[in-house]
Structures are given as C-alpha cells and as structure tokens.
C-alpha cells in the first residue's frame, strides 16, 4: 500500500517558526514535493527534495530522509499570507504524483 | 513553466447527466493528470492521460465512469459521466513543470462541480 501522513490542522503565531512533518511509505521514490494551496485555489509548488538533506528557499526550507520515510517543511517568519493547506506529495515510479491528505495551517496575529 | 487553461471553472449538473472538462496547455506535454479533491480533502489521481494511447486509470475509477480523451499534446478532455451527488468536487487537471521534476506539477484553475 501506499501511505503518505501528515497533521491535518497547526496553528502558529505570525512571525514565528512552523515545522510541518510528512512520513511516507510508497511503492516508488522519484522525489517529495511540497506544495501550497490557498482556499478555493489550485496547488501551487512550493519545493522538490530528491536528496536527503536542506533545501532552503528564502522563508521556506524542505527536509527529506530516504532512509526515514520522513520530510518536513519549515516556515519562517510566518505571515498571515502563509495560512493555507500544506501538501506533502510523492513522485512515484509510474511518473504520478501522490499526495498526502494536507496540513491546513492557521496563522494568527 | 506551463500555463493550463482549464473550463468551465464551475457548474451545477442534474444527477444522471455528464460534463465534459476541458484543460488546454500552452505547450506540449507528454503526459497529463487529471486529479480529483472532494470537499475538505487532498488531491486522488483518477488517471493519467497520454497522447495516442488510452488513458491509465487508478484503483477505483473506470473508464465508463471518466472517459478522457487526449487527441494532441496540448490538449485532454475528462467527462464525468451519468452523475449522482457523490461525484460533487473539484477536478482538476495537471501537467509536469519544466525541467522536469524539479518544478513538480502545474495545475489547472480547476472545475468546481455540483451535482444536485
């Protein structure tokens, strides 16, 4: 089976630090995504790690452990912009694109 | 990177009709996703579209229920056939960025569908 996890909900204080985690278990590893949707909007891509390791891109960084089944986006300094859902998504060996259920974040003043 | 232009963006159906959603790209692309996100929840594949080929669908969804069609590179077509309520969501179709995968998919605006 095919499992990809996530929190389903955080909340967080504008101008703080969020780490949303993402555990995997998938028939196939090409790749993590992370992506960005807004309420009523499309996903938008946020960060792609194939290596394990830090990928940092401006406020947004992306964590992956192959060996772990384990990911993580970390947010800082949070603005009330950042309030969406936060999609954890793997690359699998077909060229399709799964994803996890999504971490809705609310961030307050 | 890609840009989808995906139609209609919503629509409201009587249960027992079709709809056909169109997502037309401004390059072409090898393969397209077509995807769908029930209220509160994450994104399902329901198949993938290749050019010349007939489309692969997911566990769980058959081709009498989503026909899709991808006559050109640019180009696909999924119908929601013979619809009840349960088929009220959001659907949406996608495309790999470029270079591929290191901008992982772009997406249609989507459809927001309602069927009543």
């Known amino acids: 089976g095919q499992n990809i996890d996530q929190p389903t909900e955080m909340t967080a204080t504008e101008g703080a630090i969020v780490q949303i985690n993402c555990t995997y278990q998938?028939?196939?590893?090409?790749?993590l995504f992370w992506y960005q949707q807004h309420a009523g909007e499309a996903p938008t891509f946020l960060s792609y790690n194939v290596l394990d390791g830090l990928e940092e891109k401006g406020r947004f960084s992306s964590f992956l452990s192959r060996s772990k089944g384990y990911s993580y986006l970390l947010l800082k300094e949070l603005q009330m912009k950042d309030s969406a859902s936060y999609l954890c998504?793997?690359?699998?060996?077909?060229?399709?694109?799964?994803f996890g259920a999504g971490t809705r974040l609310t961030v307050k003043p | 990177s890609a840009v989808i232009s995906q139609k209609p963006s919503r629509d409201i159906c009587q249960r027992g009709t079709s709809l056909t959603i169109q997502c037309q790209v401004d390059?072409?692309?090898?393969?397209m996703f077509w995807y769908r996100q029930q209220p509160g929840q994450s994104l399902t594949l329901i198949a993938t579209a290749n050019q010349g080929s007939e489309a692969t669908y997911e566990s769980g969804f058959v081709i009498d229920k989503f026909p899709i069609s991808r006559p050109n590179l640019t180009f696909s077509t999924l119908t929601v056939s013979n619809m009840s309520p349960e088929d009220s969501s959001i659907y949406l179709c996608?495309?790999?960025?470029?270079?591929?995968?290191?901008?992982?998919?772009?997406f249609g605006s989507g459809t927001r569908l309602t069927v009543v």
């Open positions: 996608s495309v790999e960025g470029q270079p591929a995968p290191n901008y992982g998919y772009t």
């Open positions: 998504a793997v690359w699998g060996n077909n060229n399709d694109m799964r």
């Open positions: 390059s072409q692309v090898t393969m």
């Open positions: 998938t028939s196939g590893f090409n790749g």
